[in-house]
């Protein structure tokens, strides 16, 4: 047993939150309450606290933490939900080195520097994000053991994810417009860089696909790596995965979508193998649409393509119809090689449903889009 002596007289010193540092704490309810981040103290914790002196300890002493752990926590979450990432930050990484295994710690350590980047670092943020999932999700498996609490952490990285990544792709968008649009000189990485902007249409979009394809990967990594450590079994779990690689698919047809071309951010074989995963997992209604061509010639395209949510399904020739199988929910088809508003040419049916389909060719990408409403 521990041997505690005083070797000082007690002292008392000014009440400090342990937390943030703020000697502004108010009795509330009987509670020390840090008006700074909202930590609480009993009165026996303040006591200990306001004492000041010199003790010795003789033998091994174990520190119990736990309580500290706990406030640290509940003040980076608190800082959180103020938008204070600062504060978030700063106890996220007091908490990373008491928990090195804390995946929550790792993820915001990430996630949080992605809201003060510059324009420059759009690509780079989403890639420090990527590159984390996979460790994140590896903490979650072995050091959260409740189910129920290990789901709500899975549900949490990937909704935070998705929040993230399209803000980035929004961001990546008013970028390139920003810099197509000629307007001198655009900061990247703080005060000191500085680039000219960009004059060539061509390696702008260059530019904003790289910078998508790392925004979408961030979802494509939270799918996968649900897979990889919780398999699909579970209808939760697989509801993750298929939600993350759904918002891939969009991510990708909103940048074909934004520049009006037929250009995605990933190879068309990555875009059937995500596509292949949904289908294979999706365990909710489907259904068979079938898209039929007009035998009639109106100096269109010879063979139309048709995709869905930026994939391609099939070929049409004059003439001809083709089906594929779709989860039971609203969709988008993109027909490449369109003639001129001719949507009469196309007919969509759903199964032996009557359901409803918005038809519009848009004239500037020369696509027509049909899409369930």
């Not at 959180?80 to 928990?99: C, G, M, P, Q, W």
């Not at 993230?164 to 929004?170: D, E, G, N």
């Not at 860089?193 to 249409?201: D, E």
């Not at 196309?346 to 918005?358: I, T």
Request: hydrophobic share 35%; with cysteine; charged share 25%.
């Amino acid at each position: 047993m521990s041997n505690i002596e005083d070797k000082g007289g007690e002292n008392m010193k000014r009440l400090t939150c342990e937390m943030c540092g703020s000697t502004d704490l108010v009795k509330q309810d009987g509670l020390f309450v840090c008006q700074a981040c909202e930590t609480k103290y009993s009165v026996e914790e303040a006591k200990k606290m306001m004492i000041e002196g010199t003790v010795e300890v003789k033998g091994t002493v174990k520190v119990d933490d736990s309580d500290e752990i706990k406030k640290l926590f509940q003040a980076a979450r608190n800082a959180r939900e103020t938008s204070d990432d600062a504060t978030a930050l700063r106890h996220y990484e007091a908490i990373s080195a008491k928990v090195p295994d804390s995946w929550e710690a790792l993820f915001y350590l990430v996630i949080l520097k992605t809201n003060s980047i510059k324009n420059g670092e759009i690509g780079s943020a989403a890639v420090s994000v990527a590159n984390s999932i996979d460790r994140v999700f590896e903490l979650i498996d072995e050091h959260v053991s409740d189910v129920k609490d290990k789901k709500a952490a899975v549900e949490e990285v990937v909704d935070q994810c998705y929040i993230t990544a399209k803000w980035l792709a929004s961001a990546s968008r008013e970028f390139y417009n920003t810099m197509t649009k000629g307007n001198g000189i655009m900061a990247l990485t703080g005060i000191s860089g500085m680039i000219s902007s960009v004059t060539s249409t061509n390696e702008a979009i260059s530019e904003d696909q790289d910078r998508c394809f790392h925004i979408a990967k961030m979802m494509y990594a939270c799918g996968n790596a649900v897979e990889t450590y919780f398999g699909m079994e579970d209808e939760d779990f697989r509801t993750y995965a298929i939600f993350a690689w759904k918002m891939t698919l969009e991510l990708n047809a909103e940048f074909s979508t934004f520049h009006k071309n037929n250009l995605g951010i990933f190879a068309q074989e990555t875009l059937e193998t995500i596509s292949n995963k949904i289908n294979r997992y999706y365990n909710g209604p489907k259904r068979v649409i079938t898209v039929s061509r007009s035998s009639s010639f109106t100096g269109a395209a010879t063979t139309i393509i048709v995709c869905k949510d930026g994939v391609e399904v099939f070929r049409l020739k004059w003439g001809e119809s083709n089906s594929f199988e779709t989860t039971d929910e609203p969709f988008e088809l993109v027909v490449k090689q369109s003639d001129a508003n001719r949507s009469q040419s196309f007919q969509v049916e759903a199964g032996e449903e009557n359901l409803d389909f918005e038809v519009k060719y848009d004239m500037w990408s020369g696509k027509l889009v049909i899409k369930r409403v």
